[in-house]
């Protein structure tokens, strides 16, 4: 849906460093150095970008029941 | 006991140090100060006047409420401890107001607190995506609490390791050791011997993979503990310890009274 602010595991705030992610990946660089510039450095955390798919914009476009 | 920084890194609120002539025990008590006593700032109630995107308002309210918030210990109470008996007052509540119509992320910087000092950690943290004609208003009431009633209130990451020494005789396969052990940068080949990089022998995760491939090689324990603080925003890392010490007087003057 949207990224976590947290990460579920250890609870380290991640939510701010998504969008830069997105960007880089999206322009082809590799996750794994994006990740490690990003300083995310727990396997519990990178998890949780590695997974991410962004569904709000098209969830946003329906009536919440 | 003594403690000895190894590390510290301000901006991201780390610190490392090394606890000697202590015991797991004592190691152990600092950790869950740090992760269940020591109280900082988070949402605690929300009043939504205006909520259309896609994210329904409980799920906005949980996100809000792991935003971690600056937090000042001087000048804010625990409820429970505050002078106007838990009604609610400037000294123990803090509000922050959040109202965003435009199309994109709203972000944590969009929200505005009353009290300068104490505001959202991360500006770019977003909370929820709006798209065209969404908006969301709402009034946000945050408090001290503590990592033991819910786990926005934990100020950080307490986490402690052995500390060894890395003992090495005649290895037949070096390559072989250098290439296994998960941490790099502990061992070097020099000269068809292995090396072990004193500065990096602290990232040793203790995993034995070097004594079952090699049995000159031996790690002896110290003794001494390894502490890792890792801050998640809220308070300095120095902080952090120095609230968790301040708990623990209290605790046991207060088991001293008792008995």
Same mark, same amino acid.
């Given at each position: ?25 999206? !322009?082809?660089?590799?996750?794994? !150095? ?32 | 006991?003594?403690?000895?920084? $190894? ?18 025990? @004592? ?45 000042? $210990? ?84 307490? @986490? ?26 502990? @061992? ?36 001494? @503990? ?34």
């Amino acid at each position: 849906m949207i990224i976590p602010i947290r990460c579920f595991s250890c609870g380290k705030p991640i939510g701010h460093l998504y969008e830069e992610y997105r960007e880089r990946v999206d !322009k082809g660089e590799d996750a794994k !150095k994006v990740l490690d510039s990003l300083e995310v450095e727990r396997y519990c955390c990178r998890a949780v970008f590695l997974g991410q798919v962004d569904l709000i914009d098209i969830a946003g476009a329906f009536k919440k029941g | 006991m003594k403690l000895e920084k $190894l590390k510290e890194e301000k901006k991201k609120g780390k610190i490392t140090f090394l606890l000697k002539d202590s015991d797991e025990v @004592f190691a152990n008590t600092i950790r869950r100060l740090v992760m269940e006593e020591v109280p900082v700032l988070a949402v605690e109630d929300l009043e939504i006047k205006d909520n259309n995107s896609a994210l329904y308002d409980e799920m906005v309210g949980l996100r809000l409420g792991l935003c971690p918030i600056k937090t000042d $210990l001087k000048s804010y109470e625990l409820k429970e401890n505050c002078k106007c008996g838990g009604e609610g007052c400037a000294r123990c509540e803090l509000k922050i107001t959040l109202k965003s119509g435009k199309n994109g992320y709203v972000y944590c910087e969009d929200a505005v607190s009353t009290d300068p000092k104490c505001t959202f950690a991360y500006p770019k943290m977003p909370i929820v995506k709006l798209l065209p004609k969404q908006k969301v208003e709402m009034t946000l009431t945050a408090v001290l609490g503590k990592g033991k009633d819910h786990a926005k209130w934990i100020p950080g990451l307490a @986490f402690y390791k052995r500390e060894v020494n890395i003992k090495v005789g005649k290895v037949a396969n070096p390559e072989q050791i250098v290439q296994q052990c998960p941490a790099p940068g502990i @061992f070097s080949v020099k000269g068809n011997k292995l090396e072990v990089n004193s500065d990096k022998v602290h990232d040793c995760q203790i995993c034995q993979k070097c004594v079952e491939l090699d049995e000159n090689i031996s790690l002896e324990e110290t003794g001494n @503990f390894i502490f890792s603080l890792e801050s998640w925003g809220q308070l300095a890392g120095k902080e952090m310890l120095h609230h968790a010490a301040e708990i623990l007087v209290a605790k046991v003057d207060e088991m001293e009274k008792l008995l």
